[in-house]
């Protein structure tokens, strides 16, 4: 989902990735109510609380954030008091998905739950459900003020004024873009490794189901699923859509939680399952993931099989994406002759098949640097999105040179500049309006602010 300025310079505050975790809990903050936005209140320990996870991300913050960081929050309420009026709803399990991601990995920063429940003096329990409100606080912004623009278009004429509009030096750099296509192989994996894996996890289930050891303690001894391994395989809440079907329908039919689930086939391997909660249509289970091993002779025949196939590519005996069709095993590329697609969708090209080196998966990034455009890579191993090792030949399909935008060149990327802009006024005005039509009460300690909605301090108040 693409996210315009506006909303990642307002929202700075509410980001919950990447922290670099402090003591929450060092200073003591009496509580008082400074601000009341409709029926919402804005809290002194509100306030605080942003500055600490800014300062944690290595923000610096001048004076100007004692007014900036309240006025902040005050925006979000008025867009959260017209998504109530409006029945905003957002997608729970991609928020639950996208905390319990977070969150586990501030615990893999700090070392340990209990690290993390000492940084925040709450419990585990507790630092999610904030994190949690926060994130879908976020999310239902984002989806109002997605309903506020999105009618709004620019003419060829408004896009032609606003590029004319441009001092030169102002002009976006747009940087060195890459195509790439791939072929990929997955190497057979022996069934005597499978039935390998298959008696670990029974062996686990049945200490398990005897009471001898705990699901938490095995998975964090055992589990190859590193995002949820350090907290004792607990995955977190999910509707069904955000699993695999078959895993899904197992994991939901489950009604014991004190028993195991049967031995469940993903694309990430094999797994047990045990359930925690059920809440609506969302669960929240722990599981156990081991990865059959792929043996050294399957990488190496298939490395062999890609290695003939580049050089028949390269000598014209056939084409890369004919090729593909023939060869690959990648169901996600396969019927569009192996061109990735950038699933970054906090970038300005996620959703395209354009790729800056860096937002390239490394692997493939190490490979395409130096390559032509039209030339075919040597195979390489690369571990996939599910954890899994494949073998995968490339193909720089263009590059796209950095160069300084152009009207006739990148008339789309400013199209979307100039849409951008037009949105980021239309949400200005609706919040000046909003502030006219709203219960608003300041603390007198910041009514002397420089504001950038001057709105908030009434005449008649």
């Given at each position: 989902?693409?996210?315009t300025?506006l909303l990642?310079?307002?929202l ?7 922290m670099?975790?402090c ?7 009496i509580?008082?109510?400074v ?9 002194r ?7 600490l ?7 610096r913050l001048d004076?100007?954030?004692e007014c900036?960081?309240p ?5 979000q309420?008025?867009?959260l008091?017209?998504?109530k009026?409006d029945s ?9 998905r996208?905390v ?5 990995g501030?615990?893999?920063e700090?070392?340990?739950k209990?690290?993390?429940e000492?940084?925040f003096n709450?419990?585990?329990t507790?630092?999610?459900?904030d994190?949690?409100r926060?994130a879908k606080n ?17 003419s ?7 590029f004319a509009s ?7 750099y747009i ?7 791939k ?8 069934l005597s490794?499978?039935?390998?894996i298959?008696?670990k996890?029974?062996?686990?289930a ?11 303690t095995?998975?964090?001894l055992y589990?190859?699923d ?5 907290n004792g395989g607990e995955?977190?809440?999910?509707g069904?859509?955000s ?7 197992i994991?939901f039919?489950?009604?014991d ?21 059920k809440k ?6 722990r599981?156990i993931?081991?990865r ?5 002779e ?12 580049a050089n028949?590519i390269?000598?014209g ?6 090729a593909v069709l ?10 569009s002759?192996?061109?990735?697609v950038?699933g ?5 090209y996620?959703?395209s098949?354009?790729?800056p080196?860096?937002?390239l998966p490394?692997?493939i ?10 030339e ?6 690369m571990?996939?999105?599910k954890?899994?090792?494949?073998v ?11 160069h300084r935008?152009t009207?006739t060149?990148d008339?789309q990327?400013i199209k979307?500049?100039a ?16 502030q006219?039509?709203?219960?608003i ?6 009514r002397n602010c420089?504001f ?7 005449d008649n108040?």
């Amino acid at each position: 989902m693409k996210r315009t300025r506006l909303l990642r310079l307002w929202l700075l505050a509410f980001s919950l990735s990447g922290m670099t975790l402090c003591s929450l809990h060092a200073q003591q903050i009496i509580d008082e109510v400074v601000w009341m936005v409709g029926d919402e209140a804005i809290l002194r320990s509100d306030i605080e609380y942003q500055k600490l996870r800014l300062l944690s991300q290595g923000v610096r913050l001048d004076a100007s954030a004692e007014c900036v960081l309240p006025e902040q929050l005050a925006v979000q309420m008025l867009f959260l008091n017209q998504a109530k009026i409006d029945s905003i709803t957002v997608d729970e399990s991609m928020i639950n998905r996208y905390v319990e991601a977070n969150i586990q990995g501030m615990i893999a920063e700090v070392g340990s739950k209990e690290k993390l429940e000492e940084y925040f003096n709450k419990n585990l329990t507790q630092i999610r459900e904030d994190q949690r409100r926060q994130a879908k606080n976020g999310e239902i912004v984002r989806a109002m003020q997605q309903k506020l623009v999105s009618s709004i278009s620019v003419s060829p004429s408004e896009i032609r004024s606003y590029f004319a509009s441009l001092p030169t030096d102002s002009l976006p750099y747009i940087p060195t873009r890459l195509e790439v296509q791939k072929i990929v192989r997955k190497p057979t994996i022996k069934l005597s490794e499978v039935d390998r894996i298959k008696q670990k996890l029974r062996g686990y289930a049945e200490e398990i189901n005897a009471g001898t050891s705990s699901f938490s303690t095995l998975a964090r001894l055992y589990s190859e699923d590193t995002r949820t391994a350090l907290n004792g395989g607990e995955y977190g809440f999910v509707g069904k859509t955000s699993l695999e079907s078959e895993f899904a329908r197992i994991v939901f039919d489950m009604a014991d939680s004190k028993r195991v689930s049967p031995i469940i086939q993903s694309e990430e391997g094999y797994h047990i399952v045990q359930i925690i909660e059920k809440k609506g249509d969302l669960i929240n289970f722990r599981h156990i993931l081991l990865r059959p091993k792929v043996a050294d002779e399957a990488l190496e025949e298939e490395i062999q099989k890609l290695d003939s196939l580049a050089n028949m590519i390269s000598s014209g005996a056939t084409s890369f994406e004919k090729a593909v069709l023939e060869y690959s095993q990648d169901e996600d590329s396969r019927n569009s002759e192996g061109l990735l697609v950038n699933g970054n969708y906090q970038s300005n090209y996620g959703g395209s098949s354009y790729f800056p080196l860096e937002e390239l998966p490394q692997d493939i990034s190490k490979n395409v640097a130096n390559m032509q455009v039209g030339e075919v890579s040597r195979p390489f191993i690369m571990i996939n999105e599910k954890g899994n090792r494949e073998v995968l030949i490339v193909k720089l399909r263009n590059k796209y040179e950095a160069h300084r935008a152009t009207l006739t060149e990148d008339y789309q990327a400013i199209k979307e500049l100039a849409l951008q802009e037009k949105r980021n006024k239309e949400l200005d005005d609706w919040v000046r309006t909003q502030q006219l039509k709203t219960f608003i009460e300041v603390a007198e300690s910041y009514r002397n602010c420089d504001f950038k909605y001057p709105g908030w301090i009434h005449d008649n108040r």
